[in-house]
């Protein structure tokens, strides 16, 4: 082997058995080790290395005759300065403390498989693989914007103690994990072995960072928590527990990196293939972990806007725990629900407790602070100060409790994060399922799908799935849209392996874009199948049968009707107000009875409940049920018999409640209105409405009547509302976009932010009092069964965080409870013409603390207060008004009726209520993402054809290179990226306390003046013009140039 190779094993083998010499097994060890080398100066330089460290060990300084020794044997200068590196204080992990974890002494275990490791790897020795191709260099890739692989983050230079952590958690992870694949790089480098017997993942480390011209460029990555820890293919083994089993001595360690230079991160030495992630634990393992507490499994959440970082919750319900790249996460996607495991205190991500909202930094080279030990015996150099940068909207740095020991403050008033990787999938959420383009890859045998979530990997395709001349005309289809599955993932590659479902069309149309949306969310929008449809009445027009209409109550004379959008098509929900004699008011809330034609375990109850929920786009509804259900006979449609659930009250005009009656009845409603008709009956009580103003109503029923209705409900309702926002509820409206479509070709036409009016407030009423009553009324038939709805109060340091950052802005806000929130919003936030728009983003400010509302079943929690919810601020609630669009609603339908004597009895367990109820949660959540991008779709679409459009803004988050605004004019929020505003000439930020400030300093048009000064804070009023992008469906928020003030 040529010179340079022997001098690299010299300094490269005493730093894998520094660790192991306190114990005399372990002085054993170091003979029989030095009894495999030729090399008599290397075995000089170990036994020189050896004392040494017995030398530390006891209290002394490192021996001087360290550095002779390595000059004897001519190591390279910029070898031999990583050397001090590689020799971590022995305090850090030492043998003993091996032990205590019940471990035995790794090396002296290597030992006993070193001699029939040997012959295996002298011989690939003879085949000419180099030591440097056996040192692989680990890289975390990610997707860029353009679909690229980079790295997550940045590398700043390496710094000696970053180095020397890194080389010493290398060590540690080894130590644990000794019987490892050649496939394995980097990570060993802490397993003692003889400079003739390194890996095949060793060679490429080293070619690696030849050509790098630099050692160990992973550190700083490690610097920056757990994506370091784990990418350098060393910490992401040091914290598993030992399993019963033994896994420690069989887990493949996983690699990959995060280096922008390492573009061979797939290509082991000679063609062997580097092991990219860890193999998963084993079931028993998991198992066993999670009873023990020393696992913890939750969904997790990728961040969209920097998606290297990834959170699951905490047991604890305080700060999310953090997952660092995409070695970390190791091959889980956004939704599923993972197993984890810490990573080291000190691995753990340092966050300041002064951040804003979305996370602080932005800075190219971004870096997160990791915890140094207190033993290191040299000084940190000084870093960059760069703030770190939390999660999405659900993630608010928050302070952590003094008390609690992972969240001690440290002096600068920064707090720890934990830090974790996966090690388990326990169910794959995500659809696997991905929209994206192709990329055509000259000499390989698949092409290149790049999805357009950058959250997801890029996938190789063969290019027997890629159309017929996609080889040679690659670009016809550059601007076509792909639907790709992954069908694998495997551990010794960055990238996924997939098939093409579906070519959708071209990208930034509205149909192949919506297409796109429902098949990644896995909405299903097939036709139903003949089975399903099967389970429908067959003899149409299909009318109530006279042994059901005899088990019913006869509302059908009564004035009932229905308050919808105008589009509305699928009516569920009706209403009807009666005056008594003694000045006391009928009233009813009634129901489709969906749960009469959706009976339990056939065909069509198994599509609705995999189905869950119905989903709303723009331009059209995916249904959960059929449509000749769902738009006709379960429908309330005007002027026909229904069969519905009803709920009647005797109520006082101020609203109080004297009695209830729930059962099956039958209604007949007289008029279908739109929100826009009650509106003006509301806003017109004395008129005489005629025929012309309204829909078709029931002769038998006259306008007047149904206005007198109206008005009613209308007064009913004001008073009822008012006593819920007194008794401590909560409301957070946050604007939402309308479009105007053409009919024909379903374009947007116009758009404008919908207003929620009295006549919307008015039916939200009823249905809260309606759901109270049933969820009340389920529970105490099935305590152990019902199906409810809790509401979370808010994560309590994400609030404490709000109300620092408000306190510090001078605005007076109570974060206390529920109801002194919503009188918080209430009160005036200056008297102008502005002041709503404060309110929409002090509330978007207040929603980012707020946790979800879930359906749960009643028998899955022991503790009643855990069934709150805390919006609502009432003990009980549940959904039963709109059973044609959910699911949970036919589940509690089927409650309500075997309660009442009048439906079957039920088949369920409460196992099988909560198993339900977790599947409605899921499929609630993707209906709602889907709404949103579909809403996005079309506002993209309208931007592109109807645009520039100028519109004030108000700024509602602030960091340190751009800032969140609130479109006014739209009610759209959007970034703005201050090195992307023309005219700029420079910006600067300043933070105090929690208040973040930019300071922008425009040019001045004029040259003999001074630059504008611009200076950007939360409330601040902007001019923005939303302009399309080059991409399909992209457009930004360009802010205007403030006018000049006139001297």
């Known amino acids: 082997m040529d010179s340079p190779r022997q001098p690299k094993n010299q300094n490269r083998e005493p730093k894998r058995t520094q660790n192991h010499l306190s114990t005399p097994p372990q002085k054993d060890a170091y003979a029989r080790l030095l009894g495999q080398h030729s090399s008599s100066k290397f075995s000089l330089y170990l036994e020189q290395y050896a004392k040494d460290t017995v030398f530390q060990r006891e209290g002394n300084g490192p021996s001087t005759q360290l550095k002779a020794q390595s000059d004897r044997q001519n190591i390279p200068q910029r070898r031999r300065d990583q050397v001090p590196n590689d020799f971590s204080d022995a305090s850090d992990f030492s043998p003993s403390s091996v032990k205590s974890k019940g471990e035995e002494s790794s090396l002296s275990l290597y030992m006993e498989k070193l001699s029939t490791r040997s012959a295996q790897q002298d011989s690939e020795r003879k085949q000419g693989v180099s030591d440097r191709q056996r040192w692989g260099q680990r890289r975390d890739t990610a997707t860029s914007q353009d679909g690229d692989v980079e790295s997550g983050e940045e590398l700043g230079s390496l710094q000696p103690n970053e180095m020397k952590k890194n080389q010493k958690q290398q060590k540690k992870n080894k130590d644990s994990h000794r019987d490892v694949t050649s496939k394995e790089t980097e990570s ?255 000499d390989k045998p698949y092409a290149m799908f790049s999805p357009v979530d950058h959250r997801v990997p890029r996938i190789n395709v063969p290019l027997a799935e890629c159309p017929e001349n996609f080889t040679s005309r690659p670009g016809d289809y550059t601007n076509t849209l792909f639907i790709c599955r992954i069908i694998d993932w495997p551990a010794d590659s960055n990238f996924a392996e997939g098939q093409l479902a579906k070519t959708l069309g071209q990208a930034g149309e509205i149909e192949p874009e919506t297409e796109g949306i429902l098949i990644e969310y896995e909405v299903d929008f097939t036709e139903f199948s003949t089975e399903v449809l099967d389970c429908l009445p067959k003899n149409l027009p299909w009318t109530i049968p006279p042994e059901e209409m005899s088990k019913r109550k006869d509302l059908r004379k009564e004035c009932i009707f229905t308050i919808d959008p105008a589009t509305a098509r699928d009516l569920d929900d009706a209403l009807s107000c009666k005056l008594l004699p003694d000045g006391n008011f009928e009233l009813g809330v009634h129901i489709a009875d969906v749960s009469y034609f959706v009976g339990e375990d056939n065909a069509l109850d198994s599509i609705a409940s995999r189905r869950a929920t119905s989903v709303y786009m723009v331009q059209k509804v995916i249904p959960m049920l059929p449509r000749l259900l769902c738009e006709e006979l379960c429908s309330l449609n005007p002027l026909i018999d229904r069969l519905t659930f009803s709920v009647i009250w005797k109520i006082t005009p101020e609203g109080k409640i004297l009695s209830e009656w729930f059962g099956r009845s039958v209604i007949r409603s007289c008029v279908k209105l739109s929100y826009d008709h009650a509106q003006s009956m509301i806003d017109a009580p004395d008129k005489m409405f005629t025929a012309e103003e309204l829909p078709p109503t029931d002769p038998e029923h006259p306008i007047d009547e149904i206005h007198q209705a109206v008005l009613h409900l209308h007064s009913i309702a004001k008073n009822l509302r008012a006593q819920r926002f007194s008794g401590g509820a909560l409301r957070l409206d946050q604007l939402k976009l309308a479009f105007t479509l053409d009919k024909e070709t379903m374009m947007p036409q116009g758009c404008y932010v919908y207003q929620y009016r009295d006549s919307n407030k008015l039916v939200e009423e009823f249905m809260l009092l309606a759901n109270i009553a049933t969820a009340h009324h389920i529970h105490s038939k099935f305590p152990q069964l019902a199906l409810l709805r809790r509401h979370p109060p808010p994560k309590a340091k994400m609030a404490e965080e709000l109300q620092e950052l408000c306190d510090q802005l001078g605005i007076d806000i109570d974060l206390s409870s529920a109801g002194a929130l919503h009188k918080s919003l209430h009160t005036t936030l200056g008297d102008d013409e502005y002041t709503a728009a404060r309110k929409e983003v002090l509330t978007h400010m207040c929603s980012r603390p707020m946790q979800m509302a879930l359906y749960f079943c009643s028998g899955t929690l022991k503790m009643k207060d855990l069934f709150k919810h805390y919006a609502l601020n009432v003990p009980l609630y549940t959904h039963f008004t709109s059973p044609i669009r959910r699911y949970a609603d036919i589940i509690v339908h089927r409650l309500l009726a075997y309660s009442l004597k009048c439906g079957p009895s039920l088949g369920l367990s409460t196992q099988d209520v909560e198993k339900q109820a977790s599947h409605c949660n899921e499929r609630k959540t993707l209906s709602k993402r889907v709404q949103e991008l579909s809403s996005e779709l079309f506002f993209a679409v309208f931007v592109k054809d109807c645009g520039p459009l100028d519109s004030e803004a108000m700024v509602m988050g602030v960091l340190d290179q751009s800032f969140d605004v609130l479109v006014l004019r739209y009610g759209v929020q959007k970034r703005v990226y201050c090195k992307s505003i023309t005219g700029l000439s420079s910006f600067r930020h300043h933070k105090v306390g929690k208040k973040s400030e930019l300071t922008l300093l425009w040019r001045p048009e004029d040259l003999n003046k001074a630059p504008v000064e611009q200076v950007i804070s939360i409330f601040t009023l902007v001019e923005v013009q939303l302009k399309a992008d080059g991409a399909p469906m992209k457009y930004s928020a360009v802010l205007k140039r403030p006018e000049e003030k006139e001297e």
């Open 188 to 442: 060993s480098v802490a397993c003692p072995q003889s400079p003739n017997k390194a890996s095949t993942g060793e060679l490429e480390l080293e070619k690696t960072k030849k050509a790098k011209k630099k050692t160990n460029t992973r550190h700083p990555e490690e610097e920056k928590s757990a994506e370091g820890a784990l990418t350098s293919g060393v910490d992401s083994q040091v914290t598993r527990p030992k399993s019963p089993h033994g896994r420690d001595k069989k887990v493949q360690q996983g690699t990959g990196g995060n280096s922008p230079a390492d573009r061979s991160k797939n290509r082991g030495g000679r063609g062997s293939r580097k092991q990219v992630f860890e193999s998963y634990m084993t079931f028993e393992e998991v198992s066993h972990g999670l009873k023990r507490e020393e696992l913890l499994q939750g969904p997790i959440r990728i961040n969209p806007k920097k998606f290297h970082e990834a959170f699951i919750p905490s047991p604890d319900e305080k700060r999310d725990i953090f997952l660092d790249g995409i070695v970390s996460r190791n091959r889980a996607l956004n939704g599923d629900v993972v197993v984890v495991q810490l990573l080291p205190r000190e691995q753990w991500k340092v966050v300041r407790s002064d951040t804003d909202c979305d996370g602080a930094s932005e800075s190219d080279t971004q870096k997160d602070h990791v915890v140094q030990r207190a033993q290191k015996k040299t000084e940190r150099k000084p870093r960059p100060n760069v703030e770190d940068r939390c999660s999405d909207q659900d993630e608010l740095i928050r302070k952590v409790e003094p008390l609690e020991e992972p969240s001690t403050p440290r002096p600068n008033g920064e707090i720890l994060q934990k830090t974790a990787k996966v090690v388990y999938i326990v169910e794959k959420k995500h659809s696997r399922a991905v929209t994206g383009f192709l990329k055509f890859l000259p």
